[in-house]
């Protein structure tokens, strides 16, 4: 189970986790994101942000505190709250009785009025009686973004799956792979392991050994969430100082904007990747930039779209969570193939005819 580091300072009533770069990375990536789909998804009845393992609310790099990922949600709520015109309800969830304790002293150092509910309560029993208590009041929940980071991987996923039947609702979940890889050798948490991927044959991977071993059990808790979740994509996070997976954050939802947006947040703070390898990112991206992703696109479509004719929401089904490739790419990639009479576009959604092609816009592959 992973553990913080905890920096005290005297005399004063709150305490503070070290900020290691993966979680600022991950913070960030959170707080791009959330901004958007608080002002896109639905346009009436309240919003709820469930913060499924809150923490202290407070990180400390070099002597200078900076907001938990409690804390950056209300400071987005409250950002919008004038053009939102909505309701924004905000649950913290955290076992510690010391996070729960310390999470109003980081709301009142950081300014925070934005009004939360509190729980020192497990996020697996106080969710599945929200939802069990609801559903027998004939209730729903309103859209819910739900933030799963835990500080293991005790996770049922039966009960993510509940998360999800929420309409309009999506899961931001920390899959804790450096945890995980080593639990499914020891031999000690095998039941433990049948509730977080929902199957036994996650002990396929038990023989097999780096990437390969890496790709199956990714693999596997992709394929199990896309069970029940249109769009399942993971973003690797690597430890800053070594090319080696740390977790996966993993991003679920049955709205294609929504997987589109949070793939084009992640690469736009970490060089174009949809993965944060500490500090070989520069160097890396230096090499990156030989490369041509949209040439590379147009070849993709070409073999694998040839001779059909779909919309370009259709196309970009196919595509958003099973490449690497953004959409704005993959758009630009339709518009240089027309341009190039290897496709035709039928405007439906666009309008001009030197304009990247979108949504309802009829694409044919030559």
């Not at 996020?123 to 027998?136: A, E, R, V």
């Not at 190039?340 to 030559?366: F, G, W």
Request: hydrophobic share 35%; net charge negative.
């Amino acid at each position: 189970m992973a553990t913080h580091d905890v920096i005290k300072y005297p005399g004063k009533p709150y305490f503070a986790f070290v900020y290691e770069e993966q979680t600022m990375i991950k913070h960030q990536v959170f707080k791009s994101y959330f901004d958007k789909w608080v002002k896109i998804v639905g346009h009436a009845g309240a919003l709820n942000f469930i913060d499924c393992f809150g923490g202290c609310g407070m990180y400390d790099k070099d002597s200078v505190l900076h907001p938990g990922s409690p804390i950056i949600a209300a400071e987005v709520i409250e950002n919008n709250a004038r053009t939102l015109d909505r309701d924004c309800c905000i649950t913290i969830l955290d076992t510690d009785k010391r996070c729960t304790d310390n999470i109003p002293h980081a709301f009142k150092y950081f300014n925070c009025i934005c009004e939360y509910e509190l729980y020192n309560d497990d996020f697996d029993t106080y969710i599945n009686s929200l939802l069990t208590n609801l559903s027998n009041e004939g209730k729903k929940l309103y859209p819910t973004f739900f933030l799963v980071d835990p500080y293991g991987y005790k996770i049922k996923i039966n009960t993510i799956k509940r998360l999800m039947e929420v309409k309009n609702s999506e899961v931001y979940f920390n899959f804790m792979f450096n945890a995980v890889n080593r639990g499914i050798s020891s031999g000690k948490v095998d039941n433990t392991m049948d509730e977080l991927f929902g199957c036994t044959e996650w002990r396929d991977c038990q023989q097999l050994h780096g990437i390969e071993r890496e790709a199956c059990i990714i693999d596997l808790i992709r394929n199990q969430f896309k069970q029940f979740s249109r769009y399942v994509l993971p973003y690797r996070i690597c430890f800053p100082a070594i090319d080696r997976t740390y977790f996966y954050m993993i991003h679920l939802t049955n709205h294609i904007r929504g997987c589109e947006i949070m793939k084009a947040c992640f690469a736009e703070l970490n060089h174009g990747k949809i993965e944060y390898i500490g500090k070989n990112q520069n160097q890396s991206f230096i090499f990156d930039l030989i490369e041509d992703p949209v040439q590379e696109i147009e070849s993709y479509i070409c073999t694998n779209f040839k001779k059909l004719r779909l919309s370009f929401d259709e196309l970009l089904d196919k595509m958003i969570d099973t490449t690497p490739y953004l959409g704005k790419d993959i758009s630009f990639a339709v518009l240089n193939l027309y341009n190039n009479n290897l496709a035709n576009i039928v405007r439906v959604s666009s309008m001009r005819q030197s304009s990247k092609p979108t949504k309802k816009d009829i694409i044919e592959i030559y």
